[in-house]
């Protein structure tokens, strides 16, 4: 698949993609990690043992971030097990010299009288996907990309954080909301469990469900035996990982192998590569027994970090992915691309998701008129009005050329979610972000969505597939290329 050639252009094009805001946040992002060492340690039991709320008493904060796009589809085949044919992450990743400082991390924790898995009103609330590592979309190509991450396929299905303490396990989705409660042979994870419903006994993992083969892939390790894994990179907590429920021979813990009657679901671990060619291709095409939902990207170096990172990345293509693009309700492809931005409503700006908000538009003044008197009435249509110069952005058109107004009861408020179409002007792009954008105004957007508003990299990354997409190719150059 890789071996074509990459048009001259095309690597330029790439090129110019390296030196974007992208690059600059995962320079950042790097020194950040390595100046401000955290201890996630009260994190980890405040979500293992303490309802949904810290040591202190006090709610985990939610975390702002990039959209992840979870996959609807549904896995073609319900084979069991690792692919024989694709090079196990035991002897890809060595193991970590971090191993022998988190043998001697344990602690005495504080008691806790909750019942496994149950959660206090205030707890669930304050759950929210800001509880996961969220990848940035890859909208360029990092130079160290063939000697400094790993690629994994990602399988389609619900992400869910595991937490599995005092005898019980418990799986929550990005809202809280509980999926599954059972026993498993995680540490903690049922009565019958080694020290199962010890306070000190727990693990926290990043998962995806895949309910054809009822089977939890583990994508990463928070925690594991109380020993909080956070601060640790991602090449010492893969290997962690693989170590304890990769391959079902060889796993250490119980959880790898068949359901029994104390242990109602099977954890399995995709294969982890070096992202060289070889590595980049096995992921991208080797046969798994889940259905692909993409590429995921992590730098050896990085830890886990709550909320978005730019050191850990996501792509698709249409050979990796049912759904590289946005799709609508019904699963089909909108002819314009679609963005959901939050309102900002002293000025009227709308904003993407990120920490740092990036403006795209600023609303006109007659409509935003028209929604603080809570009109139901719609404008006169084809009203053509610039966008005030200060906003960054262009005029909002109303989609279809239908109505011209606000459409929606309350009139306006901070964080409003709003749908917009791309029109056919499209994004202005300067120095890898959008400084303008041509919406078309279609409505509210759904107030409950989990992931809030869309991310910069999510709408670049739509952007580009619909016009000059990042192909494996390119990639497969990057990585076989010397930075």
């Given at each position: 698949?890789?071996?074509?050639q990459?048009?001259?252009?095309?690597?330029?094009?790439?090129?110019?993609?390296?030196?974007?805001?992208?690059?600059?946040?995962?320079?950042a992002?790097?020194v950040?990690?390595?100046?401000?060492?955290?201890?996630?340690?009260?994190?980890?039991?405040?979500?293992?043992?303490?309802g949904?709320?810290?040591?202190?008493?006090?709610?985990?904060?939610?975390?702002?971030?990039a959209?992840?796009m979870?996959?609807?589809?549904?896995e073609?085949?319900?084979?069991?097990?690792?692919?024989?044919?694709?090079?196990t992450?035991?002897?890809?990743?060595?193991?970590?010299?971090?191993?022998?400082?988190?043998?001697?991390?344990?602690?005495?924790?504080?008691?806790?009288?909750?019942?496994?898995?149950k959660?206090?009103?205030?707890g669930?609330a304050?759950f929210?996907e800001?509880?996961?590592?969220?990848?940035?979309?890859?909208?360029?190509?990092?130079?160290?990309?063939?000697?400094?991450w790993?690629?994994?396929?990602?399988?389609s299905?619900?992400?869910?954080l595991?937490?599995?303490?005092?005898?019980?396990?418990?799986?929550?989705?990005?809202?809280g909301?509980?999926?599954?409660?059972?026993?498993?042979a995680?540490?903690g994870?049922?009565?019958?469990?080694?020290h199962?419903?010890?306070?000190?006994?727990?693990c926290?993992?990043?998962?995806?469900?895949?309910?054809?083969?009822s089977?939890?892939?583990?994508m990463?390790?928070?925690?594991?035996?109380?020993?909080?894994?956070?601060?640790?990179?991602?090449?010492?907590?893969?290997?962690?990982?693989?170590a304890k429920?990769?391959?079902?021979?060889?796993?250490?813990?119980?959880?790898?192998?068949?359901?029994?009657?104390?242990?109602?679901?099977?954890?399995?671990?995709p294969?982890?590569?070096?992202?060289?060619?070889?590595?980049l291709?096995?992921?991208y095409?080797?046969?798994?027994?889940?259905?692909?939902?993409?590429?995921l990207?992590?730098?050896?170096?990085?830890?886990?970090?709550?909320?978005v990172t730019?050191?850990?990345?996501?792509?698709?293509?249409?050979?990796?992915?049912?759904?590289?693009?946005?799709?609508n309700s019904?699963?089909?492809?909108?002819?314009?691309?679609k963005?959901?931005l939050?309102?900002?409503?002293?000025?009227?700006?709308?904003?993407?998701?990120?920490?740092?908000?990036?403006?795209?538009?600023?609303?006109?003044?007659?409509?935003l008129?028209?929604a603080?008197?809570?009109?139901?009435?719609?404008?006169?249509?084809?009203?053509?009005?610039?966008?005030?110069a200060?906003?960054?952005?262009?005029?909002?058109?109303?989609?279809?050329?239908?109505?011209?107004?606000?459409?929606?009861?309350?009139?306006l408020?901070?964080?409003?979610?709003?749908?917009?179409?791309?029109g056919?002007?499209?994004?202005?792009?300067?120095?890898?972000l959008?400084i303008?954008?041509?919406l078309?105004?279609?409505?509210?957007?759904?107030?409950?969505?989990?992931?809030?508003?869309?991310?910069?990299?999510?709408?670049?990354?739509?952007?580009?597939?619909r016009r000059?997409?990042?192909?494996i190719?390119?990639?497969?150059?990057?990585?076989?290329?010397?930075?």
């Amino acid at each position: 698949v890789m071996s074509g050639q990459v048009p001259a252009a095309r690597r330029e094009s790439v090129k110019s993609r390296v030196s974007s805001q992208q690059q600059r946040r995962r320079d950042a992002a790097r020194v950040r990690q390595r100046d401000a060492r955290r201890d996630l340690t009260n994190h980890a039991r405040s979500l293992a043992l303490g309802g949904g709320e810290s040591v202190e008493g006090r709610a985990a904060p939610p975390q702002s971030g990039a959209d992840v796009m979870e996959g609807d589809a549904d896995e073609d085949r319900a084979a069991r097990g690792v692919n024989p044919d694709a090079t196990t992450a035991a002897a890809v990743l060595p193991r970590h010299p971090d191993f022998d400082i988190v043998e001697d991390q344990k602690r005495m924790h504080r008691r806790s009288n909750s019942a496994p898995g149950k959660w206090s009103r205030e707890g669930v609330a304050a759950f929210s996907e800001g509880q996961f590592m969220l990848p940035e979309w890859m909208v360029d190509v990092p130079t160290d990309l063939g000697s400094a991450w790993f690629v994994t396929p990602r399988p389609s299905g619900q992400r869910c954080l595991v937490v599995a303490s005092k005898g019980g396990t418990v799986s929550r989705l990005k809202t809280g909301r509980v999926l599954h409660r059972f026993p498993s042979a995680l540490p903690g994870g049922s009565s019958n469990t080694r020290h199962g419903k010890a306070e000190d006994t727990f693990c926290i993992l990043d998962c995806v469900f895949h309910s054809e083969q009822s089977v939890y892939y583990a994508m990463d390790c928070l925690a594991w035996n109380g020993v909080s894994l956070y601060d640790c990179a991602a090449e010492m907590r893969l290997s962690w990982l693989h170590a304890k429920l990769g391959d079902p021979s060889a796993a250490e813990c119980e959880a790898a192998n068949e359901p029994g009657a104390q242990h109602r679901y099977r954890f399995a671990v995709p294969p982890t590569q070096m992202c060289d060619a070889d590595g980049l291709l096995a992921a991208y095409q080797a046969p798994q027994p889940f259905t692909r939902d993409g590429l995921l990207f992590l730098a050896k170096d990085g830890n886990y970090e709550l909320g978005v990172t730019p050191l850990a990345m996501l792509w698709k293509d249409g050979v990796c992915s049912q759904y590289p693009l946005d799709t609508n309700s019904d699963g089909s492809t909108p002819e314009r691309q679609k963005v959901v931005l939050a309102l900002r409503a002293d000025t009227g700006d709308v904003v993407t998701g990120d920490p740092q908000p990036v403006s795209l538009a600023r609303l006109p003044a007659q409509f935003l008129a028209s929604a603080r008197k809570g009109a139901t009435d719609s404008m006169d249509d084809g009203v053509d009005v610039d966008a005030d110069a200060e906003g960054g952005g262009v005029a909002v058109q109303e989609a279809g050329g239908g109505r011209n107004g606000w459409r929606g009861s309350g009139g306006l408020r901070d964080g409003l979610l709003l749908r917009f179409a791309v029109g056919d002007t499209g994004l202005t792009i300067q120095d890898g972000l959008p400084i303008a954008a041509d919406l078309l105004y279609e409505g509210i957007a759904n107030q409950r969505r989990g992931s809030g508003a869309d991310s910069v990299t999510k709408i670049l990354f739509q952007y580009y597939a619909r016009r000059e997409p990042i192909t494996i190719e390119e990639i497969g150059a990057a990585v076989s290329s010397k930075p």
